[in-house]
């Protein structure tokens, strides 16, 4: 029999891992795969809807003493607090933390193709979640950071939020809370060294891939270029494993290379 292949640099034993925004999408693939990975010892998925029922009650029930779901709802300050406290409770060691919550479109949200469209309640939705909740993720947890073991925070970005990238225009505040989210969590990466120098945070572009995020807009995509979100989950978790704390800071699309900022 093979040896199970590392989640993350430098793992001796089962891990602790949470996914923040688990409830579908890239987040729910991630869940799945690490629920069933014999290197995590307990996982953590979140949503902001109480798991009584749904995907995340599913993985509980199918992976019983491994999958423990929590609520999270990361624009609300008690939801934070709660997430730490429940972790604490738990005696939880986070190794491998990855915040999939993101927003793209909703009710009254559009991503916007000119100026024109611009809203003021649009562009702060869009900070709330893809910029500001990411980094006060980040303050949750990093007190259950300070272990002495290896660890990775990643967080998924777009490339979209590239400034250096951007040709296209339009989008305006998606891209703008995601360049945002960039320089928050560089910030925080350069704090992460100083807590745990085995730590490291990566911002990650997951491809284009077929989730109700990117529904509406895959119209252009060719087909080859569009993921399944399995097929996401498996790139995302084969450039965390890849990490070292050399690449503490860094913007990585799904293959592995540097996105510019
Ligand atoms: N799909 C793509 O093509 C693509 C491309 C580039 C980047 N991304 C990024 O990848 C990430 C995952 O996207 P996805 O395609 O999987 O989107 P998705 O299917 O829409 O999932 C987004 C997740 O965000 C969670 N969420 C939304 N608001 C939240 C909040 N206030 N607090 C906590 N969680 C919240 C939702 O969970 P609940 O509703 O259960 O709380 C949901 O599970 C996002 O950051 C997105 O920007 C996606």
Redesign the pocket.
């Known amino acids: 029999m093979h040896p199970t292949p590392p989640l993350i640099t430098g793992q001796q034993g089962p891990l602790d891992a949470l996914v923040?925004?688990?409830?579908?999408?890239?987040?729910l693939a991630l869940a799945r795969a690490l629920a069933a990975h014999p290197g995590v010892a307990r996982l953590f998925p979140t949503?902001?809807?109480a798991p009584a029922s749904g995907p995340l009650a599913d993985l509980a029930t199918d992976h019983p003493g491994v999958v423990h779901p929590l609520t999270?709802?990361?624009?609300d300050d008690d939801s934070l607090a709660g997430l730490t406290q429940r972790l604490r409770e738990a005696q939880a060691r986070p190794q491998l933390v990855i915040n999939?919550?993101?927003?793209?479109h909703g009710p009254g949200l559009r991503p916007e193709k000119s100026l024109a469209a611009l809203r003021r309640d649009a562009l702060a939705q869009a900070f709330a979640?893809?910029a500001i909740?990411p980094v006060l993720l980040a303050q949750a947890v990093a007190p259950l950071l300070r272990h002495r073991l290896p660890a990775v925070f990643a967080s998924?970005s777009?490339r979209v939020g590239s400034i250096g990238d951007n040709r296209l225009g339009g989008w305006y505040a998606y891209r703008a809370a995601k360049a945002a989210q960039n320089q928050l969590l560089k910030t925080f990466s350069i704090e992460l060294q100083r807590l745990n120098p085995q730590a490291c945070c990566l911002l990650l572009?997951?491809g284009?891939?077929d989730?109700?995020?990117?529904r509406p807009f895959q119209g252009s995509v060719a087909r080859e270029r569009l993921f399944s979100?399995d097929t996401a989950a498996g790139h995302l978790l084969a450039v965390i494993a890849a990490a070292t704390p050399a690449d503490n800071g860094r913007f990585i699309a799904w293959d592995g290379r540097d996105i510019a900022w």
């Open positions: 923040v925004g688990a409830s579908g999408g890239i987040g949503s902001r809807q999270l709802d990361l624009t999939c919550a993101g927003l793209l979640v893809n909740g998924l777009a572009h997951p284009t891939v989730t109700e995020l990117s979100a």
